[in-house]
């Protein structure tokens, strides 16, 4: 199992979460179906920063005990990096169970699935750190409520079984989920915890539309995206990640602003451009995100 650093938010300790559950937010999740034993091997081995075992959506109702035998067997063995479960709903047949084989093994994350107040208030008190994927009406209105559960450190989006209950239409564009990520982003910052994790790209063959929907959720403030096929890992870490030559200029910016502020200056400027605490800000969460990479 690879070790962890801090829960960092932007480049901040969160405030509720505590130092005894570290975690750091993966700028990639690659699900992999835990009834398909083949595909952890590959998994393991793919650029993606964190896999997550998924034992709800990607296994039959038939399987689900074969699955988590197979998740709990992989997790004993051990992870070459950030490892994570996706459960079956707490209130389904299957959640217990998994939640006790989870409690028996050492993950990163545990993923709730359609995450409510309910769900959460099914979990234990005690366990790895939550990953509340909001993905019904239901979940989406209480965004706020399940970003400040102190055991959740991060918001997912899931976008197929929302559209569904919310009869949304797929645009290329995105349109028709913006209103869904904003509410997460809100959420989650004024929770104090991690940026949300953005919606799977069904295309795995479109390495283009992957760049174009991670790089829009970027810009509306999400800090990570999930993937279903290796091939996506590598164009999402380039995405939400941070380059030499962004780590760069955004050195630059913070030794500006510090000269500055030394020499009694609550601004700087910087090639024409004025340089305060929010620039400043950004540019030190940039430079955390290149140091975790």
């Not at 590959?42 to 896999?51: F, H, M, W, Y």
């Not at 409510?116 to 208030?121: N, R």
């Not at 913070?254 to 500055?260: G, I």
């Amino acid at each position: 199992m690879s070790g962890v650093l801090h829960l960092l938010h932007r480049g901040l300790i969160g405030r509720h979460v505590s130092v005894a559950t570290p975690f750091t937010l993966p700028r990639s999740l690659l699900f992999v179906p835990g009834s398909e034993e083949r595909r952890f091997s590959r998994a393991a081995e793919s650029d993606a920063d964190a896999v997550i075992f998924d034992l709800e959506d990607a296994v039959p109702a038939d399987r689900k005990g074969e699955a988590r035998e197979k998740v709990a067997y992989a997790l004993e063995a051990g992870s070459p990096k950030a490892a994570m479960v996706r459960i079956n709903g707490p209130a389904t047949e299957w959640g217990g169970a998994d939640l006790e084989m989870v409690a028996a093994a050492e993950v990163d994350a545990l993923i709730v699935p359609k995450a409510d107040p309910a769900s959460l208030a099914r979990l234990p008190l005690h366990g790895p750190p939550v990953i509340a994927l909001v993905e019904t009406a239901a979940g989406l209105l209480a965004a706020p409520e399940l970003a400040a559960d102190r055991r959740v450190v991060a918001l997912m989006l899931g976008a197929a079984d929302l559209g569904a209950e919310l009869g949304l239409e797929p645009r290329a564009d995105g349109l028709e989920i913006a209103h869904a990520r904003s509410v997460l982003v809100v959420a989650s910052a004024a929770a104090g915890i991690c940026p949300p994790i953005d919606v799977v790209h069904l295309d795995t063959r479109d390495e283009d539309s992957l760049r174009a929907e991670g790089e829009l959720a970027r810009s509306l403030g999400f800090g990570a995206k999930p993937c279903i096929h290796p091939a996506q890992a590598p164009v999402v870490n380039d995405v939400f990640g941070v380059s030499a030559a962004q780590a760069a200029a955004a050195r630059e910016v913070v030794d500006a602003y510090e000269e500055a502020h030394a020499s009694g200056s609550a601004v700087a400027t910087l090639r024409g451009q004025m340089i305060d605490l929010p620039v400043v800000t950004r540019a030190r969460r940039s430079l955390v995100r290149h140091e975790q990479q």
